[in-house]
Nanobody
Framework: QVQLVESGGGLVQPGGSLRLSCAASGSISSIYAMSWYRRAPGKQRELAATITSGGSTNYADSVKGRFTISRDNAKNTVYLQMNSLKPEDTARYYC???????????????WGRGTLVTVSS
């Protein structure tokens, strides 16, 4: 099966930085787009950033200029560098990948369990 495991969350002061990582493992044939979503307390989940297999990126307006998504295809890993963090960035951050995998005819959307980011003084 395919798994995504996020890491790098934690408590940071406003203006600080964090780097999230998400590693994919399992019977993966190909990984296409990889994305970071977030869900703040009492709010709906929102897409923060996406990166295609070719390296094209897209960001939510709320994080543009502060967050950078990148990936290491050799390691099946996606990163989210978060700078100038604000209290409103507090959320659980989830990794999602569109993949093809052995034993599956159609593509899959695989989700991690999330990592908590708290921005507070």
């Amino acid at each position: 099966q395919v798994q995504l495991v996020e890491s790098g969350g934690g408590l940071v002061q406003p203006g600080g930085s964090l780097r999230l990582s998400c590693a994919a493992s399992g019977s993966i044939s190909s990984i296409y787009a990889m994305s970071w979503y977030r869900r703040a307390p009492g709010k709906q989940r929102e897409l923060a950033a996406t990166i295609t297999s070719g390296g094209s990126t897209n960001y939510a307006d709320s994080v543009k200029g502060r967050f950078t998504i990148s990936r290491d295809n050799a390691k099946n890993t996606v990163y989210l560098q978060m700078n100038s963090l604000k209290p409103e960035d507090t959320a659980r951050y989830y990794c999602m990948a569109s993949v093809t995998a052995e034993g599956y005819i159609e593509g899959l959307e695989v989700w991690g369990r999330g990592t908590l980011v708290t921005v507070s003084s």
